[in-house]
């Protein structure tokens, strides 16, 4: 590939020594769970978040599944989710026994619309989990207002947005619990699998703290039936080096995306990213959206241009949710969305001349089509 679709070389380069220095400190200390360096990052983590509280926990996935354990969600519930998220979402539903009721985005940011969170409340909702997704906030007031007047929890998934803010209150900081992914890919990567999540109540800290480990507080004492979802020493260590230039790269994703709005400005029928009033958006994926997006695809390809479909079967149409008795038409504008999205290249260190490359070929891309 010419331009991969996603490259750490610049960023691995920046950090190597550092990363190399906290692997010795980790290695040297013996001490390899639940240690030092994973309070460190909790820490430093919150600060970041503005939020109270952070608890590391083994992965996005496992996060948002200890979020609706610790706020008691369980069997006969319902959970309100966008139904253009990704399949984790909705997974950590299923695994306290709760049912997600999936809602159509706005096809404008791909984000949940909150006119429909009010249609799709019923005796039985107990919260609403925003996801904010490709790096762009939800219009959180309002959905913490609907929350607030039906007496709901609010779950963010900030897999996608760490640092973005809607009115400059940070993602993560809105909801009563709310999970993160560290995937490598995620715009702070660890090098291996971690998530965590952000709260400002000391008392779901506490259970999270017990519950990501089998259930104990004190040594060989458990008081409820816990998990092994911790955060590693190892991953903690290492995400301690990233974090601390998550802003600076941040910034870099967003200065990417402005040269990649005006490069592909009024090119035939694509579809440039919309950022909402008061949300900010820190670009983990840059999505265009076309209706030849397939042979785009394969014409950027065939150029040595890496590109991703986020996502290509949407939940509701999965294999897996099939005894939600949902069917192809019930969610018309995710389904467009997945017929029509492409995530081109986007990572921190990209040199604009990459960027006028992936420009120059979709712009001959659709010269041809003419
Ligand atoms: C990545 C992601 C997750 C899951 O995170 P993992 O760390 O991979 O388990 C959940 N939700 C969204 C929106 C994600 O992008």
Same mark, same amino acid.
């Given at each position: 590939?010419?331009?991969?679709?996603?490259s750490?070389d610049?960023t691995?380069r920046?950090i190597k020594?550092?990363?190399?220095?906290a692997?010795?400190?980790f290695?040297?200390?013996q001490?390899?769970i639940?240690?030092?360096q994973?309070?460190?990052?909790?820490?430093?983590?919150?600060?970041?978040?503005?939020?109270?509280?952070c608890?590391g926990?083994?992965n996005g996935?496992?996060a948002l599944?200890l979020?609706?354990?610790v706020?008691?969600?369980g069997?006969?519930d319902?959970v309100?989710?966008?139904?253009?998220?990704y399949i984790?979402?909705?997974?950590?539903?299923?695994?306290?026994?709760?049912t997600p009721?999936?809602v159509?985005?706005?096809? #404008?940011?791909? /984000?949940?619309? %909150?006119?429909?969170i009010e249609a799709?409340?019923? *005796?039985k909702?107990? +919260?609403?989990?925003?996801v904010?997704?490709?790096?762009?906030?939800?219009?959180?007031e309002?959905?913490?207002?609907?929350?607030?007047?039906?007496?709901?929890?609010?779950?963010?998934?900030?897999?996608?947005?760490?640092?973005?803010?809607?009115?400059?209150?940070?993602?993560g900081?809105? #909801?009563d619990c /709310?999970?993160t %992914?560290f995937?490598?890919?995620?715009n702070?990567? *660890?090098?291996?699998? +971690?998530g965590?999540?952000?709260?400002?109540?000391?008392?779901?800290?506490?259970?999270?703290?017990?519950?990501r480990?089998?259930?104990?507080?004190?040594?060989?004492y458990?008081?409820?039936i816990?998990?092994?979802m911790?955060?590693?020493?190892?991953q903690?260590?290492?995400l301690?080096?990233?974090?601390?230039?998550?802003?600076k790269?941040?910034?870099?994703?967003?200065q990417? *995306?402005?040269w990649y709005?005006?490069?592909?400005?009024?090119i035939?029928?694509l579809?440039?990213?919309?950022?909402?009033p008061g949300?900010?958006?820190?670009?983990h994926?840059?999505?265009?959206?076309?209706?030849?997006r397939?042979?785009?695809q394969d014409?950027?390809a065939?150029?040595g241009?890496?590109?991703?479909i986020?996502y290509p079967?949407p939940?509701?149409?999965?294999?897996?949710?099939?005894h939600?008795?949902?069917?192809?038409?019930?969610f018309?504008?995710?389904e467009?969305?997945?017929?029509t999205?492409?995530s081109?290249?986007l990572?921190p260190?990209?040199q604009?001349g990459?960027?006028?490359?992936?420009?120059t070929?979709?712009?001959s891309?659709?010269?041809?089509?003419?």
């Amino acid at each position: 590939m010419k331009i991969p679709f996603l490259s750490f070389d610049t960023t691995n380069r920046e950090i190597k020594k550092e990363i190399t220095e906290a692997f010795d400190r980790f290695f040297d200390s013996q001490w390899y769970i639940l240690g030092e360096q994973v309070g460190q990052f909790e820490q430093a983590y919150a600060r970041f978040n503005n939020a109270d509280h952070c608890v590391g926990i083994s992965n996005g996935l496992d996060a948002l599944h200890l979020c609706l354990r610790v706020l008691g969600i369980g069997p006969g519930d319902e959970v309100i989710i966008p139904a253009n998220t990704y399949i984790a979402t909705l997974l950590a539903v299923s695994y306290v026994g709760g049912t997600p009721v999936l809602v159509e985005p706005k096809i #404008g940011t791909y /984000n949940i619309d %909150s006119a429909g969170i009010e249609a799709a409340i019923t *005796a039985k909702t107990k +919260a609403i989990m925003p996801v904010h997704l490709y790096g762009q906030s939800c219009e959180m007031e309002e959905i913490m207002d609907i929350a607030t007047r039906h007496g709901l929890f609010v779950v963010e998934d900030n897999a996608q947005a760490q640092g973005a803010a809607f009115n400059g209150k940070l993602t993560g900081s809105f #909801g009563d619990c /709310n999970g993160t %992914s560290f995937y490598p890919g995620k715009n702070l990567g *660890a090098l291996g699998d +971690a998530g965590a999540v952000t709260t400002n109540d000391p008392g779901y800290c506490d259970k999270l703290r017990m519950l990501r480990n089998y259930g104990s507080k004190k040594k060989y004492y458990n008081e409820a039936i816990g998990y092994n979802m911790r955060l590693d020493e190892l991953q903690a260590a290492m995400l301690l080096v990233k974090l601390k230039y998550l802003e600076k790269w941040t910034r870099e994703r967003q200065q990417i *995306a402005g040269w990649y709005d005006s490069a592909l400005r009024g090119i035939g029928d694509l579809v440039l990213p919309v950022v909402a009033p008061g949300a900010t958006h820190v670009y983990h994926l840059y999505v265009i959206r076309t209706k030849s997006r397939d042979q785009l695809q394969d014409f950027l390809a065939k150029q040595g241009i890496g590109t991703l479909i986020h996502y290509p079967l949407p939940p509701h149409l999965q294999e897996a949710y099939s005894h939600l008795g949902l069917k192809k038409g019930d969610f018309p504008i995710t389904e467009e969305i997945a017929e029509t999205v492409l995530s081109i290249p986007l990572w921190p260190g990209m040199q604009q001349g990459n960027v006028e490359e992936v420009a120059t070929a979709i712009r001959s891309f659709f010269n041809t089509q003419k």
